[in-house]
Structures are given as C-alpha cells and as structure tokens.
C-alpha cells in the first residue's frame, strides 16, 4: 500500500468520530484491549503521563513534551485531532511519525484490523503504542480523545496523570452535569498513580477528591499551590512570547510562554506541578528546560491554532476553542486587544450547543459564517439562519478560505479578524 491509499483505508474503512460523530463512538475498551494484546501489549513498554480535561489538555500535553524534551528525555506525544496532517498525532521528540511507519503499522495488522473493525481512534491509539514501543521512548505523553473512563487511551499505567478543566463538552456521551462530566474525566485516576487536577472548580472538587481516596491516590489541586497572573505578551526575536508571573511558597518568577491567551494561567498550574512530581519520581528536569519547554513550545512540539497571530494591518488570530467554556475564554481573551471593528469568520459543528455558543458573540462584530468540508460541519447557510435570529450579521461564505479572504478585503487595518468556532475551521486554512 501507499501512503495515500493507506490513509484512505483508515478514513473510509474505519469510523472517525471527529469526520461522523456520534456512530463512530465505542462505549468500552475491548477493541483497544484486543488491538493491544494482538501487538504485545505495546502500552506496558514504555513510561507515560495520562492527561484529560474538558479544555486545555492539548496545551498542557504540548508544554510537558516539549519540557522533556528539553531535559534531554526521548519523549513521545499522542494528541488528536490533527489540524493539517494525519502523522501529527503521533510525535517523537516533536518530529511527525514517519508515513512510511504508517503504512507498516496497516501492512502488518490490515487481516487483524479488517476482522476486529475497531474505530479510527481505536486504530490510532493502538498505532501510537505500537510506534512508541518501537521507538523506546523514554517516556510518552498521552492526551485523551473524549471524556477518560471509556477513552482507548485509557488502558496506560501512567506515572501520573492530569486533569485540566471541567465544562459542556461531549454531554450526549458524557453527561449533562458538570459532576456527571468529571466523573467520566476520573475515569483516568489509577490505584495509587497520583493525580493532579490543574483548575479548582466547585462543582466538580467532591468527584475527584472522591475517586482519589477511592483509588487510596494521592491528588493535588495544582491552583492552590501555583498563583498565576497574567502579565504582557512581547516580541522576542521572530515570536510572540506571553509573560505570567508565577507565585509558590512564598516565592514569584516571571515565566514567559509560547503559547499566547490569557486562558493558559489556567494549564500553568498543572504543567508545573507535573514537573514538581515527575521531578519527585526520580527525572531529571532542570529549571532551565523548563523554560525553555514553555518558551519553545511551538517550535519542538509543531503545536497550532492556539491564539495563533497569522497577519498584522489588520490583526488576525486564529484559536481552536470550540465549545462554551472556551469561547468564552477567547472572547475574553479579545478584550485585550485594541481594534476598531471586530470580525468573526465562524463555522461550528452540528453535535455542539450551537445557540447557547451564538448567544456568547458579540452583536457589534462583523460576521462571516463558514463551514469545514467534514460531514458534521453544519452547514454556513443554516449556522448563519441561527445567528441572524439571535441579532447577528453578517455573510454567509461556505469556504473557509475564501471567507477570511473576504474579511481581510473588507477589514481595515486597524481591525481584527478572529477565525474560529470549530477545530476543523481553524484547519482548513490555507496558511496554518
């Protein structure tokens, strides 16, 4: 096989929720428990660190990588979706899993993965193991794909595992309650593998604090031992550099990120305190690979669409936020910036709560309504039907290229044009 039809047996002949929704999802972990044992077992050779959350799990996965690998570790990273390119998924030491790789993983198990019919997450999460086993990572950091309890990812002993933040997200799987939610995120806390909840919520402390002592697990609300307060965003050299200053133990530093918006003070808490831990398990993590983790981030790990700027005269940032806990973050985070008018290029997915997500935006903005080219996208024509009900306007420009072209035809320079609403928006542009 080639590397082309390769991918097209895994887009076609496998279920990818991200592309279908709801049909593509498994309720247990038998298919990945048979895939794993079928490989050997792959996910028990190598060290890892489980993260889940609702928002911020993909930034806080990055910056840890990208801090091991700083310390000199071989460090692999599992994350999904992917953006521009399939092997973006699966890293080693922030290089993309090799095509050929890929075509050897289907080769080899294509009789096994034709009786089995696992989903297209299940089949990239046994890849990954399978790749990272391989490779001898020294150790592996693994994001969850949906909720925790029944995620394929969730069949790793990890050294630690991480919880972001809790919001509505996924709630036909997942439940309509927030503590309902975090239960499904517990799902990842392990006998007697500690844990470490970034954001202190209260809806949702009692649930975790209830499976750690369940699991006899040590857990640490990482906000109650890390302040962090958002400072300036700087140029430094050829990039965009945020400033938080971080307070512990009576001590503040000044840490600079290279992940830009104000929501990171959020995942700040939880990367340190891993490292804390990790440190406290014997690897070897200097202060200075710290800071060179969060500074470089986006340059070991390739991470995108996180408050990334793509042009200046007029200002245009894109952001992969696409559920309400993170638009309301990104349109906080807008407030931040100074503009003359304010453009929207959006498009959503149908599975989200659209009209409460439509009900965030601001009236005064200048609208342009999209749609990703995936079947669960919802159409630009309809998105736009709901808006213009809730007082917004705006065009209706299917392309998502051809819409933040019209927007930057029609903006000044003085404007900002925001692209976003939907991972798989952020993903078809062009120049990403």
């Known amino acids: 096989m080639t590397y082309p039809e390769t991918l097209d047996y895994l887009f076609n002949s496998l279920p990818m929720f991200q592309r279908v929704g709801a049909s593509a999802y498994k309720s247990d ?20 660190i489980h993260i889940a959350g609702t928002n911020g799990k993909g930034s806080t996965s990055h910056t840890l990588a990208a801090i091991l690998q700083a310390a000199g570790y071989k460090t692999g990273l599992y994350t999904s979706p992917h953006l521009k390119s399939f092997t973006e998924r699966i890293r080693l030491n922030g290089d993309e899993i090799a095509q050929d790789a890929v075509v050897q993983f289907v080769t080899e198990n294509r009789d096994f993965l034709d009786d089995l019919k696992p ?18 990572v020294d150790i592996a950091v693994i994001e969850v794909g949906m909720g925790g309890r029944l995620d394929s990812t969730n069949v790793i002993i990890p050294e630690l595992s991480i919880i972001t933040n809790i919001g509505y997200d ?26 470490i909840i970034s954001q202190t919520q209260a809806d949702t402390t009692s649930v975790f604090l209830d499976k750690a002592r369940q699991m006899n697990t040590p857990i640490v609300f990482a906000d109650e031992k890390f302040a962090i307060k958002s400072l300036r965003e700087k140029r430094s050299q050829d990039q965009i550099l945020a400033e938080f ?6 001590k503040s530093e000044i840490l600079e990120f290279g992940l830009l ?13 891993a490292v804390d831990e990790l440190r406290n398990q014997g690897w070897k993590i200097s202060e200075e690979a710290v800071k060179i983790g969060l500074a470089e981030v986006v340059v070991l790990t ?11 005269n ?20 807008l407030k931040n910036h100074t503009f003359t008018r304010l453009w929207m290029v959006i498009g959503m997915v149908q599975d989200k709560d659209i009209s409460n997500i439509l009900n965030l935006l601001p009236k005064e903005a200048n609208y342009v309504f999209c749609n990703a080219q995936i079947p669960r996208a919802m159409p630009a024509d309809q998105l ?49």
């Open 170 to 195: 996924h709630m036909q799987f997942l439940g309509n309650t927030l503590p309902e939610i975090a239960g499904e995120k517990a799902g990842i806390i392990k006998p007697q593998i500690p844990v």
């Open 261 to 273: 918006g104000n929501y990171q003070k959020y995942n700040l808490p939880g990367i340190l305190e």
């Open 29 to 48: 972990l038998n298919n990945t428990l048979a895939l794993c044992k079928f490989l050997g077992n792959p996910e028990r050779k190598f060290n890892s």
């Open 302 to 312: 390739g991470l995108k669409g996180r408050w990334q700027i793509l042009g200046e």
């Open 314 to 333: 007029p200002t245009v940032i894109a952001d992969t936020g696409h559920n309400e806990p993170g638009i309301r973050e990104i349109l906080a985070q």
């Open 245 to 250: 200053e971080v307070s512990s133990k009576g």
């Open 384 to 432: 736009a039907e709901m808006a213009f009900s809730l007082g917004l306007k705006g065009e209706i420009i299917p392309n998502v290229n051809d819409a933040l072209n019209f927007a930057r035809k029609n903006a000044g320079s003085d404007d900002l044009i925001f692209v976003g609403g939907s991972t798989f928006v952020v993903a078809e542009i062009d120049e990403l």
């Open 119 to 136: 989903s297209f997450f299940e089949m990239t999460v046994g890849m990954a193991f399978w790749y990272f086993a391989q490779q001898k």
